[in-house]
Every structure is written in structure tokens, then in C-alpha cells.
């Protein structure tokens, strides 16, 4: 079998060379501003190419879908990775993942556009589990890894599996509970309470 040649080597660089990272933004910006208007659906590659003064066939040649250009834009936008948070401690890197949640979350707009359009298009959900979900899990579990081997939680604990899912299942569930996103301390208020007593941590005195 023959190795891959150079011209295959450098296909994707090429595929990205016609857009700066300054464009990018912007037609990043435009796309998530489309989603708060109109929603997932209504979304067009056409309509973004209106609204950017970019042509179609460049986007498609940058990002090939709609799913694949709208992930990107909330990765592309997203203020903070969650790998990078790493305090010390697990009710720090929890309290920062809170944080930025939090931030995220105020965007209402967007994340009811998401939310609906990830159960309706299969295509949307794998490229959101793959690009946005799966990093998260992964980082989620590493604080808890980490809090582990610093012997903060027992290595044992039948909870420490299931932080990243307790995290990201209330914020998708809570509007559903409450009709508003898990925003204004809400998550912090989870962890503190539900999260962290459940790991063998001792949650805060009633009324701090």
C-alpha cells in the first residue's frame, strides 16, 4: 500500500488557507447571530453568505455542512476550554466549570435554537457530541481524575464516574424544570450541594 503523498498530506491546510482568523470571527459571529433569529433550522449556507459578503462555495470548501460551520462557530467563540481549568482542587476547577457554563448559558436565544435542533437533526447531534460534548466529558473526568490522585476523592466512589453527566444533563434539563437556562449561580449551587457531598466533599454551611 502506498503512503499518503504530500498534495494529500497538505489537503486540509489548503481547504482553510482563503479565510483569516479575523474573517473567520466574523462569519462565525454572523452565523450564531442567524441561529438567535431565526433558528437551526431556517439556517442556510446561502443565508450566511448574504450576511457575510462570502461566497457559498467558500464556505462550503471551509466547513462542507451547515452542521460542520456551526460547530465550528460555537467552538470558535467559546471564551474558555475547559481542559485549561486546573486549580487545584475539585471545588475550584468545578466552581470554574460553573463559570463557564454560566457565561454560556445567558445566551438563551442560542442555546433553545440548539437545544431543539440537536433532537431534530442526527447530523447536528454527532457533530456537537464529537466537537463540543465529548472534549467537555473528557476534561470533566480529568478534574475528577486529578482529585482522585490527589486523594481528595476515594478512588473507589461509586459518584466519581457520573460528574460530567450530572454537569451537562442539569443544564440541558433545567429549562425544562424551570423554563430558563442553569445560569445565575444555579450550577455553582448543584455542585456545591449535590455534586461534591456526593463525592465524599463536604457541601458549604446552609445560607452561604
Known sequence: MSSPGPAQDSAPASRRSKITP????????????????????????????ARTRC????LY???????????????GTSRTSLAAIDTGSLRGDLSAVAATFDGADRDTALMHALTHAALQSPELLCALRQTLIAPSVAAIDTMVRRAVERGEVAADNPAAPYVAAQLLGIMRAKPLLADRYAGDGFLVRFIECAVLPALGLPAPPPGT
Open 61 to 75: 470548501r471551509q466547513w462542507g455542512s451547515k452542521p460542520e460551520l456551526v460547530v465550528a462557530a460555537l467552538h
Open 55 to 58: 461566497g457559498k462555495s467558500t
Open 22 to 49: 479575523e474573517r473567520a470571527q466574523e462569519l462565525y459571529a454572523a452565523v450564531l447571530d442567524l441561529l438567535r433569529e431565526s433558528g437551526y433550522a431556517a439556517l442556510t449556507m446561502e443565508g450566511v453568505a
